[in-house]
């Protein structure tokens, strides 16, 4: 697991304790905080994902390029 993953992580659940609690103590604005937190974390995980992909599929061709 890289560092950018690691860190995707953490701010996830870094987000669902915030959720949590402002959910507990009835605080709406932390409540949407650890919501956006979550979000944004989620879609930088999309992202890192998209970048593998990519990755691997240049690796792929160059790969295969150096074969014939």
């Not at 870094?14 to 709406?28: C, I, L, Q, V």
């Amino acid at each position: 697991m890289s560092t950018d993953e690691l860190k995707n992580k953490a701010e996830g659940l870094g987000g669902k304790a915030k959720e949590a609690a402002g959910s507990a103590t009835g605080n709406e604005q932390l409540e949407n905080e650890g919501r956006a937190d979550q979000t944004v974390a989620g879609a930088k995980e999309k992202a890192n994902e998209a970048k593998n992909k990519i990755a691997d599929g240049v690796n792929k061709v160059l790969g295969d390029a150096g074969e014939k």
